[in-house]
């Protein structure tokens, strides 16, 4: 994945699907993506348009009351490509990413979409995709990407 820092602006929720679809080419296994922003700010329609992107046939919903969702979709070559995405909104406690098994989750070779990711503290990977999504303004998202660090 290719990305240093990034910035985009959208202005509805089928702008910031595209721009999931756009950024789903650039996403190989093993790569993890964290989803940062507040309640409504697009997070799951972003990953929306990533699984889109990647073919998947199932509806895609946050996970929020399971934790984790897990996909099968297809990369622009038609190879198998597993998606896992969580939602750590009603995250109790870092730890309990542990026993939902999180590093057999991140050392595989699936895509890993983190909604809330902040929520996982150090267990992030340091390969971690960093999205911030925030809303200058009613109607427009500013999507913020960075390989470093969260912001």
Known sequence: MQTSRAEINTTSPDETRAFGRELSARLRPGDCVGLIGE???GKTCLAQGICEGLNVPDRVTSPTFILVNEYLGR???SRPVS???FDLYRLPDPCAL???GWDDYLAG?????IEW???AGSLLPERTLHI???IPEFC???????NGESK
């Open 117 to 119: 990711a902040e929520r």
């Open 98 to 100: 542990i026993d939902l």
């Open 132 to 134: 911030r999504i925030d």
């Open 109 to 113: 070779d699936g895509i890993c979409l």
């Open 83 to 85: 998606i896992y995405h």
């Open 39 to 41: 309640l409504g700010s």
């Open 140 to 146: 427009s998202r500013r999507i913020i990407l960075d």
């Open 75 to 77: 990369d622009a070559a």
